[in-house]
């Protein structure tokens, strides 16, 4: 058996896989200059740089450049002059320039969605080793405790509590979870604060609440499969931004968006991004915000991991630079308390009215009991002593793991150390196919989720999303050098 040392990676081929996949640097480049012609910022006439010119302002390499000004070329908005370069030509309506939403998926063993069935669905079978699910251990939680607040929630809860926590949500829960931004330095109006069916319902009544069919709303890119899903079942269509694995959202890749398309929302996460683990520093959220301010672009903000930090503080979401009420921060108790409660919450600024009313429309309320027992348990204290507890767990897990990759995966695997949440986004090396080891390591009573889970257009294969949030037990010990075996590590 040998020993490997493998240090945690910045993924440069992750990025450039993604960003191919997605927005292609020629086509970031094409939307940059596309966007100054449409402001008029590049009057029709002028000439562009020449391709030696792109390469000293733009960091970008002449083909990339070439590539980029074939685009404009073909969106009419700019003609090549012989041997003089390439010049903006007269004004075409905007529909004409409009470039194709989304890459056109490349073949695959099978589609996002049914993919993803069948990887929560392998989860369930009982004596799968985990590492494909999306929650942490349950063992992790402290529910004896919690079914006391239930218990006693329940005998105490006044009946009419029933139907006046309609559909706002129990009016305890959310004093609670307004104290809870009190303390990390963010209040929020509770009147503001709704209670939801754990937060994918709030992120769905979010984007309900500012978009309508048709519309364009940008997406990460790869992003959490619940957004992909809602954004297809509402027959919006995304863009996709691309996501670096250490710095995040691509704030240019989505200016050039928000300059090219009449975009409604943008979703994201600012915190422990699922799935590749990536937190914005502040001065990206707040250049996120301030970016999405100007275009007046609300910001859905997915936030279900920022209680999972290893660091001291809660890392502050975007919503703590939100001045106009136009970022919906999205939260729950899914996964930090109790995941089969069903209860997540939106302080949803601006949009809070309209939200209510969808929810009254949809689901009216959420469990009152279940909430009940939450504002019980939270009120009683515990909460912070046990998400200490947790974070230490996940912490240890975190080590755990990143050893077992060191020792057990082929050369050429990289990730990158997170610093909060229970997900590792692995790189595997050139030529392996994530979906294939997907199917082998179900064979083995394996569960792992293959990259093309966290994309529409199927991108992501050789990217692997593993769970460290399970005790390292005998089976995850044993599932480490068998997966590492499938990849043809060393042994
Ligand atoms: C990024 C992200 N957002 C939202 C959710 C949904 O959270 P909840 O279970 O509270 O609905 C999940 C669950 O996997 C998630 O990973």
Redesign the pocket.
């Known amino acids: 058996m040998t020993q490997r040392s493998f240090t945690a990676l910045h993924c440069p081929r992750a990025r450039r896989a993604q960003t191919e996949a997605v927005m292609k640097r020629y086509e970031a480049l094409a939307f940059s200059f596309a966007a100054q012609i449409r402001a008029g910022e590049i009057p029709t006439g002028s000439r562009l740089p020449s391709l030696r010119q792109i390469t000293s302002q733009h960091g970008a390499s002449q083909s990339t450049g070439a590539r980029a000004y074939y685009l404009l070329e073909q969106w009419g908005l700019i003609k090549a002059r012989d041997r003089s370069g390439f010049y903006v030509a007269p004004a075409v309506s905007s529909t004409e320039i409009l470039p194709s939403p989304q890459t056109v998926p490349e073949s695959s063993n099978a589609d996002p969605f049914s993919l993803v069935f069948a990887v929560l669905e392998s989860v369930q079978q009982p004596g799968t080793v985990p590492l494909g699910s999306?929650f942490p251990s349950p063992q992790l939680f402290p529910l004896p405790r919690l079914a006391k607040s239930l218990c006693y929630a329940a005998r105490t809860q006044s009946p009419w509590s029933t139907v006046s926590d309609l559909p706002s949500g129990n009016a305890h829960l959310r004093q609670q979870i307004a104290l809870r931004y009190v303390a990390m330095g963010m209040p929020q109006a509770t009147e503001e604060i709704l209670i939801t069916s754990?937060?994918?319902?709030a992120?769905n009544l979010c984007l309900s609440a500012v978009t309508r069919p048709g519309d364009f709303v940008a997406v990460e890119s790869p992003s959490?499969y619940?957004c992909i899903h809602a954004v297809e079942r509402m027959g919006l269509k995304a863009i996709e931004i691309p996501v670096d694995c250490r710095e995040g959202i691509d704030l240019i890749a989505l200016e050039a968006a928000l300059n090219i398309y009449d975009i409604r929302a943008c979703w994201a996460?600012t915190n422990f991004q699922?799935p590749t683990g990536v937190t914005l520093t502040v001065q990206k959220k707040k250049a996120l915000v301030e970016l999405l301010t100007r275009y007046q672009v609300p910001l859905i903000e997915?936030d279900?991991y920022g209680e999972l930090h290893f660091g001291h503080h809660y890392p502050l979401p975007a919503k703590a630079f939100d001045t106009q009420g136009l970022v919906m921060h999205c939260s729950?108790f899914?996964k930090t308390l109790a995941p089969g409660y069903r209860i997540?919450w939106v302080s949803a600024g601006r949009f809070a009215e309209k939200i209510k009313r969808l929810k009254l429309m949809t689901t009216s309320s959420s469990a009152v009991p279940a909430q009940a027992g939450i504002a019980d348990y939270l009120s009683h204290g515990g909460y912070d002593k046990h998400l200490r507890k947790l974070r230490v767990a996940l912490e240890r897990q975190l080590r755990q793991m990143e050893s077992a990759l060191t020792r057990w995966f082929p050369e050429g695997s990289s990730w990158i150390r997170v610093e909060g949440g229970y997900f590792l986004w692995i790189e595997l090396p050139v030529g392996v196919d994530a979906f294939e080891l997907h199917t082998r390591a179900i064979a083995n009573g394996i569960s792992v989720a293959p990259g093309a889970m966290f994309s529409s257009t199927r991108s992501f294969r050789t990217n692997v999303r593993l769970n460290f949030g399970h005790p390292w037990t005998v089976n995850l010990e044993e599932a480490m050098p068998a997966l590492g075996r499938i990849l043809g590590g060393p042994t």
Do not use: H, I, R
């Open positions: 999306a754990g937060a994918l319902e992120l959490f619940g996460m699922n997915d279900v729950s899914s997540g």
